[in-house]
Every structure is written in C-alpha cells, then in structure tokens.
C-alpha cells in the first residue's frame, strides 16, 4: 500500500507563512507529478501547485507560493508566503506513484491539512 501523510498546516495571520510537509511511504517504485489541492468551505477542490520536471501554479498563487520536492526522501512541499485570508482551506497531497508489482500508475490523496488565515 502507499500513504501521504501530510503536515504543518495551522492557523496564521494575514500575511505570514507556513510550509506544508508531505511525505509518501509504501510499495512505490516510481513518483511522477506531485502537487498540492485545496478545498475551500462550500467550494470545489481546485489545484493549487504541481511539480513534475516543472512547476505549474494557480494563478492566484503565483509568486506567493513555491512547491518543491525531494526525491529521496519522496516528500513534496509548499511553501506558502504573503498569506490571505481567502488562502484558507484543507490543503490536500496528491502524488501519481507507480507501485512495486504494478504496470499502471494510481493517483493517491493524503487526509488533508487544515490551513486558517485569520487575524
């Protein structure tokens, strides 16, 4: 089986940062794309930053947030600056791994973390 497990999400004044941690553990032989969702109170989940070779981001987060990943340890992050209070939301992990004994690749979901932006 394969596991996200994310963290650092908590709550944060408008304008401060965090920087959201997830790590993948598990039969898994290969991690292609990686990034980071969210979804708002009443809202629909929506991207928020991927990683592959390249990095793609929400325009709403452009120049705010950085997504980055360490290959070694298969974790992901995203470091979220210049926060604002319509930032809050369950940020969740996604990662595109390809298991031990399988020919196809899954998409998987960590449990979500909560980040609040509020003063």
């Known amino acids: 089986q394969v596991q996200l497990v994310e963290s650092g999400g908590g709550l944060v004044q408008p304008g401060g940062s965090l920087r959201l941690s997830c790590a993948a553990s598990g039969s898994i032989r290969t991690i292609n794309a990686m990034g980071w969702y969210r979804q708002a109170p009443g809202k629909q989940r929506e991207l928020v930053a991927t990683?592959?070779?390249?990095?793609n981001y929400a325009d709403s987060v452009k120049g705010r947030f950085t997504i980055s990943r360490d290959n070694a340890k298969n974790t992901v992050y995203l470091q979220m600056n210049s926060l604002k209070p319509e930032d809050t939301a369950v940020y969740y992990c996604?990662?595109?791994?390809?298991?031990?004994?399988?020919?196809?690749?899954?998409?998987?979901w960590g449990q979500g973390t909560q980040v609040t932006v509020s003063s």
């Open positions: 996604n990662a595109n791994i390809n298991r031990y004994g399988s020919r196809y690749n899954y998409d998987y």
């Open positions: 990683i592959t070779s390249s990095t």
